[in-house]
């Protein structure tokens, strides 16, 4: 209920009051406005020549739980799409205080500077309680806020991970449309949305910190072997050389891990987010992971093999949530956890029956 009056014309109308609303000739006017909402096809021409006005009301719309707005999305995302695959997609991981907010301003002020046109999502499911912490702080990016060649977006909400990979997906999808060359998706180092976001992205960063045990960090070994490139972020002032020595203890153990398929060797660099440092030498190693990964043809075999991963998610995503929210099983599945409880069915009897219904 509160979603719906929240994306209702009555609340976008800027400087309609309460009073107004009452009143017969405001409600002209909105009805006109509601009317003036841009329809697929105008979202399509405007989102292609880089309007962010259309831009962020179609990614508005995707990420809608109304299911009219969800047409439409689809409808938008279909006209964006031989727009898309344009950009090069990268994604940032690091537990909270690593810096990640702070290196995505320094990386983005970087990439504009030398005249890319950079995008800034975010997977977080865990945002909608804490409102959109991961990207919330945008004083560690207030250069990259203002810039005209910068379009930055929190993480959309949403209770399950699912549903906020697909929205951020396809809002990858609307803002490649729109010009944006440039990728980056920041997601926390904790739980399963680095591997979410690790099946969108062509490059994988993984931003560490020198002299913390990796449990001290909460990294798990995936994540490492996930990475294309792990950046030893504040190596600056008293840290420089913990830093350095982390940065040939790293070099160490990632030649013992296995070969990637994109037979990529990571590289371990160090930067300084803060002080800009070390920044034009990531973007050297991504440029370079790009070059070999289309010469071996990876790059573009990665991108169908995501694409496949996320047909299959998303059916996956759609059985279970049909299935759970049907009253009937529901109500069944109740009895059927009762029952457990009582010892008086075992898990597979119980599943077997609900599936059955
Ligand atoms: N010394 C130093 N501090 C940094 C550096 N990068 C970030 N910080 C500080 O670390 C804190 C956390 O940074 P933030 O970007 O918010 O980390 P996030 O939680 O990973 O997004 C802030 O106080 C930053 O100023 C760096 O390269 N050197
Ligand atoms: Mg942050």
Redesign the pocket.
Known sequence: MTKKSKSSALQHKEGVSQSEITNASSITKIQQQRKAKPTAQELISQIIKGNITALSRAITLVESSNLKHLEQANDVIKGCLPYANTSIRIGIT??????????IEAFGMHLTSIGKKVAVLAVDPSSSLSKGS?LG?KT?MEDLVKNQNAFIRPSPSGNSLGGVARKTRETIILCEAAGFDTIMI?TVGVGQSEIAVHSMVDFFLL?KLAGAGDELQGIKRGIIEMADAIAI?????D?LKAAKLAKVEFNRALHLYPQKNSEWQPKVLL?????REGIEDLWKVVRSYIEHSKANNYFDQNRTEQNKFWLLQTIEDRLKSDFFNQTTIKDALKRQLQLIEDSKTTPFVAAEYLLNL
């Open positions: 690091g537990v909270p205080g690593v810096g990640k907010s702070t290196f991961i702080d560690r920041e931003l972020n504040k190596a600056d002032g840290n930067c300084s987010a803060l002080n």
